[in-house]
């Protein structure tokens, strides 16, 4: 049987190379498939970074409180609060945070800056004062591209900026501060040139266990299936000098639509902190969605460590500070993501609930999580068009009306609504269902 009758496309397909054409992907003896996640790593936003880089409308001061509240309410203990050296708002904002209570003292604050000596200066300018750590995060592209087409630079000619930028930090940072750095595009670098960074700048910042550096890896622009991206942290994981005195940190992009399992898969690999944005905003696709990885690790079971029992109110203040609108099937937040409108999901959704009764285990069929944990009610979980079938019809008219249907009757309704939904070829409200059934019922 000819099964596979699929031909050429004319996508020109052949103008790309895959991620092994571009750069040496080291082989390891990988042990994070058989790893599992069972406490969540350091989350680090950076919306007031990244995320703000990427907006038509940068936040403006008023909106980069807010979302820095926000993130504090929520339990971060490590946030990035901008680029001070990029724009007067940026800097400014800086010494708010330096010359404020609106840090706690166990919030560490995050700066970040490129390895250029006037850009450095004005971002060590910015924190003058700030109490508690703060954290400087140096960034340079070191993938061969940018090297050569951005940066127009050798190797040895880049490592020498890259130690240049951070002997400048260490010669004007106060005591507060700890370093980080991230070789920009690590996922398209070559690997040796990455360590041998590391070890270079593990030494000149004098990297401890008490003073760990964080070491950075992006995916900068994701360019393979995210077990490459893991075999390329287990390597540095296992590779790098000096690991007891390095924060490996990773900061996945979602240009493949795959951050989040980058995310979750570097994590297995070694990865202790992550960076990303609270629902993904970000350059292009956007950053890694840490309010996805917070709640995936929620919904098996283990702490996020954030509070996202208020999901809406997060979502108001994220849409408000960024002017974006989330999609409705975001996952966890979206308007639409605990709502079935299809039949046979209705009827398992509520055969769960009718059979749980108080159960403490959460096993409910199509629902992931309870959405009382995010603090969404029920009534929207089943919602009814030509779609549904009578345990659904049946569900809302008993959850909203408290009206119960013999199961004869629950054929016979649901044969009435579903004439009535093919006809208008839209939802029925449970208005309109309890009219329905009133008609039907004199
Ligand atoms: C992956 C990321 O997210 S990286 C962060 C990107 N974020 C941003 O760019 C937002 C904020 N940026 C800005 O406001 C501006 O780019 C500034 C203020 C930092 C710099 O502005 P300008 O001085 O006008 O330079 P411009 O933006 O054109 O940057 C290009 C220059 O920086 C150099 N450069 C780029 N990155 C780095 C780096 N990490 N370290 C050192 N130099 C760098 C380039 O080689 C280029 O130098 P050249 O002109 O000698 O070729
Ligand atoms: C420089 C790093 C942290 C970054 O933003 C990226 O590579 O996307």
Known sequence: MDWNR???????????????????VEPIDRVWPDRRITTAPLWVPVDLRDGNQALADPMDPLRKRQFFELMVAMGYKEIEVGYPSASQTDFDFVRLLATSELVPPDVTIVVFTPARPELIARTIESIAGM??????????????????????????????????????????????????????????????????LSDGLTKLWDATPARPVILNLPATIEAATPNVYADQIEYMHKNLPRRDSVILSVHPH????????????????????????????????????LATLALNLHAQGVDPMIDFSDIDRIREVVEHCTRMPIHPRHPYVGELVYTAFSGTHQDAIRKGFASRGEAELWEVPYLPIDPADVGRGYEAVVRVNSQS??????????????????????VAFARRVQRHTDETGREATPAELKELYDACSQ
């Not at 061969?144 to 020498?160: G, K, Y």
């Not at 898969?265 to 070694?270: N, P, R, S």
């Not at 079938?389 to 629950?410: D, F, N, P």
């Open 6 to 24: 699929q031909q050429h496309s004319p996508m020109p397909s052949h103008r790309y190379r895959d991620i092994f054409a571009k750069v040496p």
């Open 131 to 196: 109490q508690g750590d703060v954290v400087i995060h140096m960034y340079t592209a070191t993938a061969p591209v940018w090297r050569d087409v951005v940066l127009r630079r050798t190797r040895e000619e880049l490592a020498s900026l890259v130690y240049a930028g951070a002997e400048e930090i260490l010669r004007l940072a106060p005591a507060n501060v700890r370093f980080q750095f991230s070789p920009e595009v690590f996922n398209l670098t070559e690997p040796d040139f990455v360590l041998e």
């Open 254 to 289: 979602n240009d493949r639509g795959t951050g989040v399992a980058c995310a979750e898969l570097a994590v297995l690999a070694g990865a202790e902190r992550v960076e990303g944005c609270i629902f993904g905003n970000g350059e292009r696709t956007g950053n890694v969605d």
């Open 389 to 410: 079938g009578k345990g659904g019809i049946a569900h809302v008219l008993e959850s909203t009306y408290g009206v119960r249907l013999t199961a004869e009757e629950e």
